[in-house]
Structures are given as structure tokens and as C-alpha cells.
């Protein structure tokens, strides 16, 4: 793609970019204190940290097709022969970075080149949408890349940056995460005042407490601004998978019992591999299904082998779990949802409402409230010192959990960012006043 240079003056040759663990963003300055959101993909604001190495019907000396976000895990759901990468974020700080792994056919990749070439393809999209070149960066960083090991934490950084250069930004910043995600709110007030920034995301969810005013605003480095800072693995997918757990998969056997007179209890293992994303294709292996097979005289009622085995021949396991997704997001709205089940037997359904869904989940709710609550303790202050708690992330859009997570500070006021993009948002206001 060939790209003009931006306007002598214009500064809108810089972009800033939302490099998450599950999902990523990019944001274009329009004008001062004014972002937009790059579409990454069609109708789409935020993509999808993902990607697909395609193997099939690959020449001798052809590299692998890269797919990119939702075609990167369609590719995968679909079964097509390759290597899927997610979550390459985690890897920063870690002996991992520069080591190679194997994609099949022969080909090999390093981590650091698989997170340069997500970075190339986001500037990409960044730069067709804007119409020139943009050489210039910030990017968004959590608070730890790493717990508790300082030089491990500026490599990760470090790396980041590199691949950033790799292609083709020549200039890089940084800002904190939480930071970006309160610049939104501190907009808005008037007086100095704590905040607790609650990022609640597919498979994470990280707390903050951070000091922000109109004092504020213009810094640069707002590092000493964040007070605390904690996180548990504990988020979006895990509800999902409790959902499916609690309303899908027991009408295929899921806790279903033996014949009698022993009636023990059915193996479980495959329940909880359909009901968790990485592990699904897993399933569908014929070794895997030929031992399924074999478990029939497990079952006191055959019919339940016989959905369990329809999951696994039809491979339908991503299927169920979007539907367990989209069952949760409806009670979230306030409706009990009716799971139609048709691909497994003519007129099956399951029914989900709100007091089984915080029923499965309770456990998972709690954890992430005591996070919030252990957060606010490592910065040496009381919640009723908290004046706002910040929600962003995509989790935050279920009503029950965003309720349990301000219901502890009781002075403070919920404040509710862009679920998918306040980070991005931010980071963006922040390179305006890098490199504006």
C-alpha cells in the first residue's frame, strides 16, 4: 500500500493503539481533544487479538496465510489446518519472546514476529483509513506486564517498543492502561480525587486506583497517579463457561448418572473441555470421539450419550458456547433467555434466568469484587476514600457484577466508560498531548 505523508503541521500523523490480551483498537486524532475509532473490520471498532497461520494446500516454498481478529478464530472454529495464536501479550517479559514455535509444514515463527506482524497489520488499517503515513505511536501498557520483577517488566516494555519499530514507527510512547481509561472521566472534574478504574475483560479482570484532577490533566507521565494496582484471571469467558455448564451441557449428560445399581456420576472431562474455547477443537479428535463412543454404557439415559456424540461428530462445541454467551447477555438485559437446541435433537431448548445465571457464576462475582476490595487496601486507603469507580471492559455490560463491584464504596458515584474502546479512546487524547 503506497501512503502520502501528513500535512506539514497536521498531527495526524500519529495513531495510538489499544494492544490487548483479548481485544485490540485503534484511535485516530480529529481534533484537539477529539478521537475516533479506526473499523478494523467491517461495522467493527475493536478486533479480535488474533492470529491465524493457514496451512492448507500450501506450495512447498509459500508462507502461511495470515488471517486477522474474527477471521483468524472463524478459520480456527472451521477447522482449517493451521496454528492459532491469542493472547501473545502474555508472552512479553518472558524467555518466550525471541524463541521460535512450530507452525506445521516445516514453517516456524517467533513470538516477537507474531506480535510485529499484528502491530503491521493494525498500522495497516490505521494508515488506509487515514490516507498517509503514520510514524508515530503511543501504546497502551498494563501497569505490570510482569508481578513483582522490575527488569522483566522493562523487557516486556522493551520488546513491545521493538516490534513497534519493527514496522515501521519511529517514534513509540507509552501510557498506562488505567490511566487511559480514566482520561474520560477526568475531563469531567472539578477537584483532585481518587477513582478505581475496574477493567473487566474476557479473561481478566484488573483494578486500579488512580489519582486523577484538573491538575492533572496535562501531565505526561502520570505513573506516581496510579496508587495500586491488582488483577485476578477471573472474567467474561469464565462466566461463559459456567453458563454452558449450568444450562446447556447437562442435557447432554453433564453430571447425568451410570446405570444402576452403582449410578456413579459420568466423567466430566469433556464437559469442561466443550465449555472452554482452547480446548473444544480437542474434542473433536477421532481418537478423541472413538474414545467418546466407547462411554455409551456410562449412561443410564442413552439419549444424553447420543447429544454428547452429535456435539463432538458435528463439531457444533464453539456453537453452544456462543450460545451460552449470548443467553448470559440477554439475563444481563433483564430477560430470561430461551437456548434453542434444535442441532442437537428436534425442539430441544434450554432455559437460562437471572438467579441461575448468578448462581453459576456467584463464586467467579465474589472473587472479582474481594480483587476490587484488595486493590483499594494495597493503596493504603479506606473505600470510602474512592469518589468514582470507572467501569470499562466488555464483562462490565453485565448489570448484577458491575452492581457488586461498586457496592462497597459507598461515596463513590459508578461511572460507566465505552465497554470496548475507553481504553483506546484514551490513549488517544494521551498522544495528542505526545505529539501534538
Not at 155 to 164: D, H, I, M, N
Not at 212 to 241: E, K, M, N, W, Y
Request: glycine share 8%; proline share 5%; aromatic share 6%.
Amino acid at each position: 500500500m503506497t501512503t502520502a505523508s501528513p500535512p506539514a503541521g497536521a498531527t495526524a500523523g500519529f495513531c495510538a493503539i489499544d494492544f490487548g490480551t483479548s481485544n485490540s483498537a485503534i484511535a485516530l486524532p480529529v481534533a484537539p481533544g477529539q478521537v475516533r475509532l479506526v473499523e478494523v473490520e467491517p461495522g467493527q471498532r475493536t478486533m479480535p487479538t488474533a492470529v491465524f497461520y493457514a496451512l492448507e494446500d500450501l506450495a512447498p516454498d509459500q508462507a502461511p496465510e495470515r488471517l486477522y481478529g474474527r477471521a483468524a478464530l472463524r478459520a480456527y472454529v472451521d477447522g482449517v489446518e493451521g496454528r492459532l495464536m491469542r493472547s501473545m501479550k502474555s508472552v512479553l517479559g518472558s524467555s518466550l519472546i525471541e524463541q521460535s514455535t512450530d507452525l506445521g509444514e516445516g514453517h516456524a515463527v517467533t513470538f516477537l514476529e507474531v506480535i510485529a506482524g499484528y502491530l503491521r497489520h493494525l498500522k495497516t488499517l490505521a494508515e488506509r483509513e487515514a490516507g498517509h503515513a503514520i510514524p508515530r505511536a503511543v501504546l497502551g501498557r498494563p501497569v505490570f506486564f510482569v508481578d513483582d520483577d522490575p527488569a522483566r517488566d522493562a523487557q516486556a516494555q522493551a520488546a513491545l517498543e521493538a516490534a513497534a519499530r519493527q514496522v515501521g514507527f519511529q517514534e513509540v510512547a507509552f501510557q498506562f492502561e488505567p490511566i487511559a481509561a480514566a482520561l474520560d472521566y477526568e475531563a469531567t472534574v472539578d477537584h483532585e480525587q481518587l477513582v478505581l478504574v475496574a477493567d473487566i475483560g474476557g479473561g481478566t479482570s484488573d483494578f486500579s486506583v488512580v489519582r486523577v484532577g484538573p491538575q492533572r490533566r496535562a501531565r505526561i507521565d502520570r505513573a506516581d497517579d496510579i496508587l495500586a494496582s491488582h488483577g485476578v484471571h477471573v472474567a467474561g469467558t469464565d462466566f461463559d463457561r459456567h453458563v454452558e455448564l449450568s444450562a446447556i451441557l447437562p442435557l447432554a449428560g453433564y453430571r447425568a448418572r451410570g446405570p444402576k445399581p452403582a449410578e456413579r456420576e459420568v466423567p466430566s472431562k469433556v464437559y469442561f473441555d466443550l465449555a472452554t474455547w482452547h480446548l473444544i477443537n480437542t474434542v473433536y479428535s477421532l481418537p478423541r470421539v472413538m474414545e467418546l463412543r466407547g462411554m455409551k454404557a456410562f449412561y443410564a439415559d442413552p439419549g444424553l450419550h447420543r447429544r454428547l456424540m452429535t456435539i463432538a461428530e458435528e463439531r457444533l462445541g464453539h456453537g453452544l458456547l456462543a450460545q451460552a454467551e449470548a443467553a448470559k447477555i440477554a439475563v444481563a438485559e433483564g430477560r430470561d433467555a430461551t437456548i434453542a437446541l434444535d442441532n442437537l435433537e428436534r425442539g430441544l431448548q434450554a432455559q437460562l434466568g437471572e438467579t441461575q445465571a448468578l448462581d453459576a457464576i456467584e463464586t467467579d462475582l465474589e472473587r472479582i469484587v474481594q480483587t476490587g476490595l484488595e486493590t483499594v487496601r494495597l493503596a493504603g486507603v479506606t473505600p470510602e476514600r474512592i469518589e468514582a469507580v470507572y467501569l470499562t471492559g466488555g464483562s462490565t455490560g453485565l448489570a448484577p457484577l458491575a452492581q457488586r463491584i461498586a457496592a462497597p464504596y459507598a461515596r463513590a458515584r459508578t461511572v460507566r466508560g465505552d465497554r470496548l474502546a475507553s481504553v483506546a479512546q484514551g490513549l488517544g487524547l494521551h498522544a495528542q498531548r505526545v505529539f501534538a
